[in-house]
């Protein structure tokens, strides 16, 4: 059975750095489209970071470009999510994501039950 399970999360300062990761099982990471999301208190989840063979990597989150990187191990079958210089705004749960599906555009089906980001002095 497919299963995500992410770690990492906690408090952090501001301008710290954190790095999530996303264990993968029954299932081949290297397939299909996988990505991070995240969802704020009150707010819609939101896709940051998809990486697909066909797409590449796909930042779909403007305000963490140049701060989040997405990657993978093959060997652990894990996929991260590096984040610095964190901001107070970041604050969230944060998710991996996958679908039986090659690109990173369309819904998402399968989920892992996320970890909680917090920054704050």
């Known amino acids: 059975q497919a299963q995500l399970v992410e770690s990492g999360g906690g408090l952090v300062h501001p301008g710290g750095s954190l790095r999530l990761a996303c264990v993968v099982s029954?299932?081949?990471?290297?397939?299909?489209?996988i990505g991070w999301f995240r969802q704020a208190p009150g707010k819609e989840r939101e896709g940051i970071l998809c990486?697909?063979?066909?797409?590449?990597?796909?930042y779909e989150l403007d305000s963490v470009n140049g701060r989040f990187t997405i990657s993978k191990d093959y060997a652990k079958n894990t996929v991260y999510l590096q984040m610095n210089n964190l901001k107070p705004e970041d604050t969230a749960v944060y998710y991996c994501?996958?679908?039986?599906?090659?690109?990173?555009?369309?819904?998402?089906?399968?989920w892992g039950q996320g970890t909680q980001v917090t920054v704050s002095k």
């Open positions: 994501g996958t679908k039986a599906s090659y690109y990173c555009t369309g819904a998402y089906d399968l």
């Open positions: 029954g299932f081949d990471l290297d397939r299909y489209a």
């Open positions: 990486l697909s063979k066909i797409d590449g990597r796909i």
